[in-house]
């Protein structure tokens, strides 16, 4: 059974950079997409990124992209979001969460306005908060 965990996070200054990691146990992701969420103080839950495991496609919303970088480490069976240049309003605690994607469906779609994810598998959470 696939299981996510998540490491990294913590406390940054605005500028700077975080990498958040999210490694999976119990099956390959070969035929996932993983998406990257956070949900900050008083706000709804929003994704932020996707990527399409088999050819590393990624899909980046509004908020933050050209800051944020997905990558994936195939061997490793891992997926590191590199945050840079931080914002006060990026502090939020993040997820990521492991979708079967059909063979039509890329990193956009996984990533596409109004899904639940509900039949996703979660990571456990990790805090990102930054501050001065």
């Known amino acids: 059974q696939l299981k996510l965990v998540q490491s990294g996070g913590g406390l940054v200054h605005p500028g700077g950079s975080l990498t958040l990691s999210c490694a999976a146990s119990?099956?390959?992701?070969?035929?996932?997409?993983i998406g990257w969420f956070r949900q900050g103080p008083g706000k709804e839950r929003e994704v932020i990124s996707c990527?399409?495991?088999?050819?590393?496609?990624?899909y980046y919303t509004d908020s933050v992209i050209l800051r944020f970088t997905v990558s994936r480490d195939s061997a490793k069976n891992t997926v590191h979001l590199q945050m840079n240049r931080l914002l006060d309003e990026d502090t939020a605690e993040y997820y990521c969460?492991?979708?079967?994607?059909?063979?039509?469906?890329?990193?956009?779609?996984?990533?596409?306005?109004?899904?639940?994810?509900?039949?996703?598998?979660w990571g456990q959470g990790t805090q990102v908060t930054v501050s001065s």
């Open positions: 119990g099956s390959t992701l070969e035929y996932y997409g």
């Open positions: 969460a492991a979708e079967y994607l059909p063979r039509d469906v890329n990193a956009a779609g996984m990533c596409a306005a109004g899904r639940t994810y509900a039949g996703a598998i």
């Open positions: 990527i399409r495991m088999s050819d590393g496609s990624a």
